[in-house]
């Protein structure tokens, strides 16, 4: 039977995709039965040879996530033998908090939220700084430059969610989601007043309303093409169901835009801003780390202390005896400070509750 | 109830019960496994060569199948690579078709509704 050489060589390429112990045992023997395949399919027309390859393909992005091992944690599903036959050994309801510090590189990723928005406040800074040192006026390109940097956050946040379902939702994925919710919640509700792309007029949609989500629609439906299983989400609710203070990482993942916030109307406080984040970071870094439920809590309570603190410090000097064209009256620092010190701690009970109340359940659990 | 023993306990995908089915009678390679699911299913299931082989891995890894000689080698071929259905993977599948029985007696026992055929 007459084998078709581009198809076999082409398959050949495509092998290459998956791990190097995977292909050393059954590269041979795949090449093999898909050049049978392949060769029967095409000695009875086009299309039946197109299907073959059409096969190969769909099933493609599954079959590296369980042969990679990307899937949820341990690697392939668990359901992939049996359709249901999850909930066994994985402890549900123990309301423990898994004994496993973070590897650096899974700690790092955790943080990466607080460290990659210090780098994107800092490139716009200096681009800024940078067109007005050559005394280009706030124009479109600025607006247009924000929209750019806006999107290529926007696409990177959905690639990382996508990553984080597939994965099963990993524990440094939580701030990621906090941060991409509140992202959807707050333009859910806010105008794209002024932003133009490439000339073209974008500010017409005023409120972008269900359209926010979006992206969110999109992460879904590509993980669940990948995935094609519901085990990830499965998996999330049984590790927030394991450990609450994932709850208290999605509210912290929130916090960079609260801190952003007081800042409104506010002029050279980028430095500050990114030793805020940075500060973020560093409590999102221990958080992965600890292992202990009440040391996790310790670790993001202590990055929004220390950050809202000095942001509130700053504020505070900053707004002392200040008047703007549009106030009234000069702002009075001492109030500022009172106004500050309560939204801190309001926002502290919110992120300390889920973590209490795990540590609640986890002692109930034991004592019963 | 279930057993906690999930490896033991079907209900079975549909392409790792058309795989072990295709296995039952005969060790089989590769390439006959894929065309006897195709026909065994009545051209419901086809599967890709990545997919077939993810299920032999794991099929391996859970000592439901394992490698034999070829009985039938193809002189003009490269030797090829025949699988069979070990003890634990026969008491697998009969528990399987057991169930699917069962299931299908059940059926036949209440009458269906309009448009249920």
């Given at each position: 039977m007459k084998r078709p050489i581009a198809g076999q060589r082409a398959y050949a390429w495509l092998l290459r995709l998956y791990p190097r112990s995977f292909r050393a045992e059954y590269g041979d023997e795949m090449q093999d039965v898909f050049s049978s395949a392949l060769a029967e399919a095409s000695a009875h027309g086009f299309r039946l040879a197109a299907a073959v390859w059409l096969r190969e393909l769909r099933d493609l992005p599954l079959n590296l996530v369980r042969e990679r091992g990307w899937g949820a944690d341990s690697g392939?599903?668990?359901?992939?033998?049996?359709t249901d036959s999850v909930?066994?050994?994985?402890?549900?309801?123990?309301?423990r908090t898994e004994e496993r510090a973070a590897s650096w590189r899974e700690a790092l990723a955790g943080a990466g939220l607080f460290l990659f928005l210090p780098a994107l406040v800092g490139v716009y800074t200096a681009m800024y700084s940078l067109l007005a040192g050559y005394g280009v006026r706030p124009s479109p390109l600025y607006a247009m430059a924000g929209s750019i940097l806006f999107a290529l956050m926007v696409i990177g946040l959905m690639a990382l969610a996508c990553f984080a379902w597939i994965r099963?939702?990993?524990?440094?994925?939580f701030p990621y989601l906090g941060f991409g919710l509140l992202v959807s919640l707050l333009m859910r509700s806010t105008a794209a007043t002024g932003a133009t792309i490439l000339g073209h007029d974008?500010?017409?949609?005023e409120r972008l309303l269900w359209q926010a989500f979006v992206p969110a629609l999109i992460v879904a439906g590509v993980a669940w093409l990948v995935t094609r299983s519901v085990q990830p989400i499965r998996k999330l609710a049984t590790d927030v169901w394991n450990d609450w203070s994932r709850i208290s990482f999605v509210l912290y993942g929130m916090l960079p835009i609260a801190l952003v916030l007081?800042?409104?109307?506010?002029?050279?406080?980028s430095l500050l801003g990114i030793a805020l984040f940075l500060v973020l970071g560093i409590g999102a870094l221990e958080y992965m780390r600890s292992t202990r439920p009440w040391q996790r809590a310790a670790a993001l309570g202590g990055g929004l202390a220390v950050s809202w603190l000095v942001a509130t410090a700053w504020l505070s000097f900053y707004w002392h005896g200040r008047q703007e064209p549009w106030m009234p009256a000069p702002a009075d620092g001492y109030g500022t400070a009172v106004a500050m010190s309560g939204a801190g701690a309001i926002l502290l009970v919110l992120l300390f509750a889920p973590s209490l109340l795990g540590i609640a359940h986890g002692v109930h659990q034991r004592t019963r | 109830m279930r057993s906690p023993d999930a490896r033991l306990d079907p209900p079975l995908t549909e392409a790792t019960f058309y795989i072990m089915l295709s296995m039952s009678p005969a060790p089989k390679h590769g390439y006959a496994i894929l065309k006897d699911v195709r026909f065994l299913s009545a051209g419901q299931v086809a599967l890709s060569t990545g997919t077939l082989y993810g299920a032999i891995r794991r099929l391996l890894d859970q000592g439901w199948i394992e490698r034999t000689e070829d009985?039938?080698?193809?002189?003009?071929?490269r030797k090829r690579q025949t699988y069979a259905l070990t003890h634990d993977g026969r008491r697998v599948l009969d528990a399987e078709l057991r169930r699917l029985q069962a299931m299908v007696r059940a059926a036949g026992l209440q009458p269906l509704g309009e448009g249920a055929r």
């Open positions: 392939a599903w668990e359901d992939d033998m049996t909930h066994a050994s994985r402890g549900e309801g123990s309301g099963g939702f990993p524990r440094w994925s974008i500010d017409r949609l007081p800042f409104d109307e506010t002029h050279g406080g | 009985p039938l080698p193809d002189q003009t071929a």
